[in-house]
């Protein structure tokens, strides 16, 4: 972690820098080009075993910790979402908790904690909260496993935004570290 807060604090000094691409992802791309780090779709750490979010400092949108397919008894399990919820048939988002059922595309999600068989389900309900799938479903065994090999080491950097001539910068001005996310506390705060 000492190495990854040295580079830190160098990049902190180069002020503004322009961004990598102008996708929405590009605050995090570009903090990690400048790293030397080639952009992946692993699900490994992004740096000498640490994981690396990157949040606009004042942005409210929620942080993705890592993706993991259900693992129940559907092979296909993550593509019968998508044709059957998915906007166009070609991706399925929504935010999940367990403690409101979130509205997408007509339907509605809601995740349950199932201590009784160690794994999260998605429940998904109509129109009317009638529940007509429980079906999908993540085990604690999947879910501690990801999180114990990409979160292991987790380090936060928050950064400011600017345009200049069309084009977003960044000043990556703070990092928080993170290490051991307990796996009962994860499972408590879903």
């Not at 080639?38 to 400092?57: R, S």
């Not at 942005?59 to 993705?64: A, D, G, M, P």
């Not at 999940?96 to 068989?117: A, C, M, P, T």
């Not at 090999?149 to 910068?169: F, G, S, Y």
Request: hydrophobic fraction near 35%.
């Amino acid at each position: 972690m000492l190495d990854l807060y040295l580079k830190f604090k160098e990049i902190k000094k180069m002020g503004y820098i322009k961004s990598w691409n102008n996708r929405s992802s590009s605050a995090g791309i570009t903090f990690e080009k400048i790293l030397g780090k080639e952009q992946d779709e692993f699900f490994l750490p992004d740096y000498k075993g640490i994981e690396i979010k990157t949040k606009k400092g004042y942005s409210k949108s929620k942080i993705t910790l890592f993706s993991a397919n259900p693992d129940c008894m559907y092979l296909y399990a993550l593509k019968g979402l998508v044709e059957t919820y998915g906007v166009d048939k070609k991706r399925f988002t929504t935010e999940l908790s367990s403690l409101v059922k979130h509205r997408y595309n007509g339907y509605y999600f809601q995740i349950f904690v199932d201590w009784e068989n160690k794994r999260v389900v998605l429940l998904i309900f109509d129109k009317s909260y009638k529940l007509i799938s429980d079906e999908i479903y993540w085990t604690f065994e999947l879910l501690e496993e990801r999180i114990n090999l990409k979160l292991k080491k987790l380090a936060l950097v928050k950064c400011c935004t600017k345009r200049k001539d069309n084009i977003e910068h960044y000043w990556y001005y703070r990092i928080n570290f993170y290490k051991n996310i307990d796996f009962l506390k994860f499972l408590k705060a879903i």
